[in-house]
């Protein structure tokens, strides 16, 4: 029984606020990829997911792990509103000056990527855009972190699901309509990111700055952040790197397909992230007080509440794959058993719990760091076996083993050291 006091009925409310943003979310990533796919075809699509799945790892590592920090740190030190935009502007000086060598990799190197690493010629116009947009997605990442960091959860959604994702489909339609190439569709997604990025230094910065003192450097924030950003890092390509693996290895159609079945199956996360969205800097706040046994009923209830609501996503996702893929079309439906696969990982993830943001939060970041850089090269090992002997089906099983790898032995540890099982 999920008992509820009013800050986990607050916790609730929150939650379900961010899952109907999050369907909202959905609804137009997937119109978004069904246009893609329709309009520019499958092969752009596997472009597309590939230079995309590049973009969003460039973005990950040279955010320096800023964004997880600045959640952590606001929660553990109970900082105001005034304080935390300071903390803010100390990591984005520290990631705008780093990522000027992101863009000149992809700048200087687009040329032999796509010749020599995938052999698509057509992926150097894609890395000339990331090229020119990069900051600015790093920009959106830390935006994005610090509006949760504030618990300013409407403005995060917003950002996070309505407005790039408005701007997305609108400018699909347009280039689309002007008969421009398959680039052009990762052009819009750029072009959606800057104008949201705008907006949000806007919506951030649109007072006049007090005088507020944090004592913490820009480097020490940075210090502080690097086994945040190797745990976000490996994470991410955990769940990516069969991607990038596919592109290697097979053909941009079997991309396309894997990733739209990949993403499909990924609905399954929905109750997931929007629980942990709220819960995340709550936990930094409880872990901060030293009020390790409220912590333990918050995992407890937030973990049940993912369990219950998750299982009859996730079955409507295994008994109707077919029927779901269909809609992206008829070549896709050829993903359905890696839908289910990717499904069954999305249902562990449901019974384990929120366990990688409860070590970020409690000074645990250099286990988790350590367990997503072992589960990382567990699963480029698997993809390189059975990608192979099974296709886009090794590729999903690489991912669910492991997915269920990472989790136990998070489990394990939080267990050694909070004294709680985060299980359903």
Same mark, same amino acid.
Not at 331 to 348: Q, R, Y
């Given at each position: 029984m999920i008992l509820l006091n009013n800050s986990f009925k607050k916790i609730i409310s929150s939650s379900g606020v961010n899952f109907i943003f999050r369907i909202f979310g959905l609804i137009t990533s997937f119109l978004s990829t069904i246009l893609i796919s329709r309009l520019y075809g499958v092969t752009t699509m596997g472009n597309y997911?590939?230079?995309?799945?590049?973009?969003?790892?460039?973005?990950?590592?040279?955010?320096?792990?800023?964004?997880?920090?600045?959640?952590?740190? =606001?929660?553990?030190h109970d900082y105001n509103y005034l304080q935390a935009k300071k903390l803010l502007?100390?990591?984005?000086?520290?990631?705008?000056?780093?990522?000027? =060598?992101?863009?000149?990799?992809?700048?200087?190197?687009?040329?032999?990527?796509?010749?020599?690493?995938?052999?698509?010629?057509?992926?150097?116009?894609?890395?000339?855009?990331?090229?020119?947009?990069?900051?600015l997605f790093i920009l959106h990442e830390i935006f994005l972190y610090f509006l949760i960091a504030t618990k300013k959860f409407m403005k995060y959604n917003l950002f996070m699901f309505v407005v790039p994702n408005v701007f997305l489909i609108a400018l699909l339609y347009l280039f689309f309509s002007f008969q421009k190439s398959g680039h052009y569709s990762f052009m819009a997604f750029a072009f959606a990111i800057i104008a949201t990025v705008f907006m949000e230094i806007i919506t951030v910065f649109n007072s006049k700055p007090q005088k507020?003192?944090?004592?913490?450097?820009?480097?020490?924030?940075?210090?502080?952040?690097?086994?945040?950003?190797?745990?976000?890092?490996?994470?991410?390509?955990m769940n990516w790197t069969n991607t990038i693996m596919l592109g290697i290895m097979t053909d941009a159609?079997?991309?396309?397909?894997?990733?739209i079945a990949y993403k499909v199956?990924?609905?399954?996360?929905?109750?997931?992230?929007?629980?942990?969205?709220?819960?995340?800097p709550k936990m930094a706040e409880l872990y901060g007080k030293g009020e390790l046994t409220e912590l333990r009923k918050l995992t407890h209830n937030s973990t049940r509440l993912i369990a219950i609501l998750s299982v009859p996503i996730v079955l409507l996702l295994i008994f109707l794959s077919k029927f779901i893929l269909s809609f992206f079309g008829s070549e896709v439906v050829a993903g359905s058993n890696t839908l289910i696969i990717v499904s069954l990982g999305?249902?562990?993830?449901?019974?384990?719990?929120?366990?990688?943001?409860?070590?970020?939060?409690?000074?645990?970041?250099?286990?988790?760091?350590?367990?997503?850089?072992?589960?990382?090269?567990v699963n480029v090992l698997l993809s390189y076996f059975l990608i192979p002997l099974y296709g886009i089906e090794g590729a999903a099983t690489s991912s669910l083993i492991t997915n269920i790898l990472i989790n136990l032995f998070c489990i394990l540890y939080i267990k050694k050291r909070l004294g709680f099982y985060t299980l359903f």
């Amino acid at each position: 029984m999920i008992l509820l006091n009013n800050s986990f009925k607050k916790i609730i409310s929150s939650s379900g606020v961010n899952f109907i943003f999050r369907i909202f979310g959905l609804i137009t990533s997937f119109l978004s990829t069904i246009l893609i796919s329709r309009l520019y075809g499958v092969t752009t699509m596997g472009n597309y997911s590939l230079v995309f799945t590049l973009s969003q790892a460039a973005a990950i590592i040279f955010t320096l792990g800023i964004p997880n920090t600045l959640i952590k740190i =606001i929660g553990n030190h109970d900082y105001n509103y005034l304080q935390a935009k300071k903390l803010l502007l100390k990591g984005i000086k520290g990631a705008l000056l780093f990522s000027t =060598i992101p863009v000149l990799i992809f700048y200087l190197g687009g040329d032999f990527l796509a010749k020599t690493v995938f052999s698509n010629i057509e992926l150097k116009n894609y890395f000339l855009i990331i090229t020119i947009s990069l900051p600015l997605f790093i920009l959106h990442e830390i935006f994005l972190y610090f509006l949760i960091a504030t618990k300013k959860f409407m403005k995060y959604n917003l950002f996070m699901f309505v407005v790039p994702n408005v701007f997305l489909i609108a400018l699909l339609y347009l280039f689309f309509s002007f008969q421009k190439s398959g680039h052009y569709s990762f052009m819009a997604f750029a072009f959606a990111i800057i104008a949201t990025v705008f907006m949000e230094i806007i919506t951030v910065f649109n007072s006049k700055p007090q005088k507020v003192e944090i004592h913490l450097r820009t480097f020490d924030l940075i210090k502080t952040a690097t086994p945040l950003l190797f745990s976000g890092l490996f994470l991410y390509l955990m769940n990516w790197t069969n991607t990038i693996m596919l592109g290697i290895m097979t053909d941009a159609e079997q991309v396309g397909i894997y990733n739209i079945a990949y993403k499909v199956g990924s609905v399954g996360f929905l109750v997931i992230v929007s629980v942990s969205t709220v819960i995340t800097p709550k936990m930094a706040e409880l872990y901060g007080k030293g009020e390790l046994t409220e912590l333990r009923k918050l995992t407890h209830n937030s973990t049940r509440l993912i369990a219950i609501l998750s299982v009859p996503i996730v079955l409507l996702l295994i008994f109707l794959s077919k029927f779901i893929l269909s809609f992206f079309g008829s070549e896709v439906v050829a993903g359905s058993n890696t839908l289910i696969i990717v499904s069954l990982g999305v249902l562990f993830s449901a019974m384990a719990g929120n366990v990688d943001q409860i070590l970020n939060m409690t000074n645990n970041q250099n286990i988790l760091r350590n367990i997503t850089i072992f589960c990382f090269f567990v699963n480029v090992l698997l993809s390189y076996f059975l990608i192979p002997l099974y296709g886009i089906e090794g590729a999903a099983t690489s991912s669910l083993i492991t997915n269920i790898l990472i989790n136990l032995f998070c489990i394990l540890y939080i267990k050694k050291r909070l004294g709680f099982y985060t299980l359903f």
